[in-house]
């Protein structure tokens, strides 16, 4: 079985990206891993703080690991938005393949201090544990928006600079990074995603030397997640349109079967949206 390591260097010679979809319970996971299996492409399955506590870490590996195992497939599991030291060691000790550090908010000085700190622990532990660095405020929340996020870079003079992202990799030793570009979490309920900046993807690219992760990936037009790909993007997060497409589901079965009790008759629907959804995104990320 090929390793994420192996696989990111590949995705980007092809010039495709690998998706990565949070998920907090086992519908999810199905039906993301079952798309996947169809279209024969790698995934990344994400729990951040919160979805790894209501799923349960331990359980979240055992679950992406025996997939993995039983299908010889290559999906991974990644800690995503791990904002605290405890996490960390709790994505570690319980076998995430991925570990996304998330100081995006933090001062440059700080943030670079946190990562490289943990870093250097996980690699201590488990060097085959891959570290994403975040640079850049892209806001929080895979939720529907009605504003921009407070404090979100968008202006061209807020996003992730070349230079910084190139001395954010050097100094902490991360294997990936995510900047802000032009990206945010969660999605507008009535009005269109602000554009990526392709020029600024690529230069990042090129000054960190290292593959790109894009968050915040709902809503973004197809035109713009090509071009990311072609700028230098590995990988793509995408949550709310699949919470969005998880809770319609859900809805319309409740509708229509208002006395159904039984909760897999009940996710049915839910699960063949979702794996709507994911089919769409991954056909276009892994685009040749
Ligand atoms: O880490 C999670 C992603 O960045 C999801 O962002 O909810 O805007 O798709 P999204
Ligand atoms: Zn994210």
Redesign the pocket.
């Known amino acids: 079985m090929k390793t994420l390591k192996k696989l990111l260097k590949e995705t980007e010679k092809k010039k495709v990206a690998i998706g990565?979809f949070?998920v907090a319970e086992t519908s999810q996971l199905k039906a993301i891993f079952e798309v996947a299996k169809d279209l024969g492409v790698p995934v990344i399955i994400?729990t951040?703080e919160g979805e790894a506590g209501f799923l349960g870490r331990k359980q979240a590996v055992a679950l992406v690991k025996s997939l993995r195992e039983e299908y010889k497939f290559p999906i991974f599991l990644n800690s995503?938005?791990t904002k605290s030291f405890e996490e960390i060691k709790k994505a570690v000790a319980t076998g995430y393949d991925a570990i996304l550090f998330d100081g995006g908010t933090l001062p440059l000085a700080e943030n670079i201090k946190q990562t490289k700190k943990v870093v250097q622990y996980v690699k201590s532990k488990n060097p085959k544990i891959l570290v994403e660095g975040e640079l850049g405020n892209i806001g929080s929340g895979?939720i529907i928006r009605k504003e921009l996020p407070k404090g979100a870079a968008i202006k061209p003079e807020d996003l992730t600079k070349p230079e910084d992202a190139a001395w954010f990799v050097k100094e902490t030793g991360v294997d990936m990074l995510a900047p802000a570009v032009g990206n945010?979490?969660?999605?507008f309920k009535d009005a269109p995603e602000p554009r990526l900046d392709i020029e600024r993807i690529r230069a990042i690219r090129k000054a960190a030397g290292v593959p790109l992760v894009l968050?915040?990936?709902?809503?973004n037009t197809d035109e713009d997640f090509l071009a990311a790909i072609d700028a230098g993007v590995s990988i793509i997060?995408?949550?709310?349109?699949l919470r969005v497409a998880w809770r319609n589901g859900l809805e319309q079965e409740l509708k229509e079967n208002p006395e159904e009790i039984a909760p897999y008759r009940l996710l049915a629907k839910s699960v063949l949206d979702v794996k709507e959804a994911v089919k769409t995104r991954l056909k276009l990320f892994n685009k040749k």
């Open positions: 990565h949070n994400g951040s995503d938005h895979s945010l979490h969660g999605m968050h915040g990936g709902s809503g997060h995408i949550s709310t349109e």
